[in-house]
């Protein structure tokens, strides 16, 4: 399938199988990529490999499955994966509206692209090849920032169900300043870009991220810093086969007639 074929498989499908209000249609590619055995619909095995975060119990996603199985057939389709995620979607609600017309933006600009590139002269070739790569850094310092993101609410909630461990304070005071500033160098975008709020909304909190990190580094210094180094002799085994060692005494003849002129001589 070419860039446009999927343009247009990605106008008709919300259409042929439902309304779905804008931004909704990813829960259509969820379920085509949970569905294993492609029969439409997800059973729980294919629920949990797929929604499964290392963070909620196997418990934990067998409710949060029949919370969502609203019919009550031991099975989820997308109504009620769109039924149960859209009223919990607050402000991603737009976040997934824009990355809808973001994949069909893109999806357009690759088929005109495969369509006029050859017949470009090189400046107008060149400014395609800088747009598509500035493009790719702009989604790749949002894919960060969400990465990020996402990597530290899971260990925020990793940290609550093993229960409220304070760590250590420690006298390193920059650690939230600097992760300020790293989301800022991976967000090259607006200052306003709501995922740099996040650091102040205490998503990023140092005893939440930072402080572990640190509080896990010097637990690992001060264990290596209790073990006794030794430092021995390499001691070099001996062979048998290879111990013995060969004397040789040689003792050179000499004419006795030329004896007494050689030791005049020397």
């Given amino acids: 399938m070419d860039c446009s074929e999927e343009v247009q498989a990605v106008r008709e499908e919300p259409s042929a199988q439902m309304e779905l209000k804008k931004g909704m249609s990813i ?99 060149f400014v395609t090849r800088f747009l598509l790569k500035e493009t790719t850094n702009q989604l790749h310092s949002l894919q960060s920032s969400l990465e990020c993101a996402m990597e530290t609410t899971a260990e925020q909630t990793r940290q609550e169900k093993q229960g409220p461990l304070k760590p250590e304070v420690l006298s390193i005071q920059w650690s939230g300043r600097r992760s300020n500033r790293r989301l800022q160098r991976n967000s090259s975008l607006s200052p306003n870009n709501p995922l740099l709020s996040l650091v102040n909304s205490g998503v990023y909190d140092e005893d939440s991220q930072w402080m572990i990190q640190v509080n896990r580094l010097q637990k690992l210094i001060d264990r290596l810093g209790h073990k006794e180094i030794r430092l021995e002799p390499v001691e070099e085994e001996v062979l048998e086969s290879k111990s013995h060692i060969l004397i040789v005494q040689r003792q050179p003849q000499c004419w006795r007639r030329s004896w007494r002129s050689f030791c005049l001589a020397s």
């Avoid at 059973?43 to 499964?52: G, I, L, N, T």
């Avoid at 418990?59 to 199985?69: R, Y």
């Avoid at 995620?85 to 997934?96: A, C, K, P, T, W």
């Fill in 27 to 125: 829960f259509i590619d969820i379920l085509r990529r949970a569905d294993k055995n492609d029969d439409g619909k997800l059973s729980f095995d294919e629920f949990k490999a797929y929604f499964s975060d290392g963070v909620l119990t196997a418990e934990e996603l067998k409710e949060l499955f029949h919370t969502i199985d609203t019919h009550n057939t031991d099975n989820v389709d997308t109504d009620e994966l769109c039924e149960y995620f859209s009223q919990h979607l607050g402000e991603y609600e737009n976040v997934l509206a824009a990355l809808e017309d973001l994949n069909m933006s893109i999806l357009k600009a690759m088929d005109k692209t495969k369509k006029d590139y050859q017949e470009s002269t090189h400046l107008e070739q």
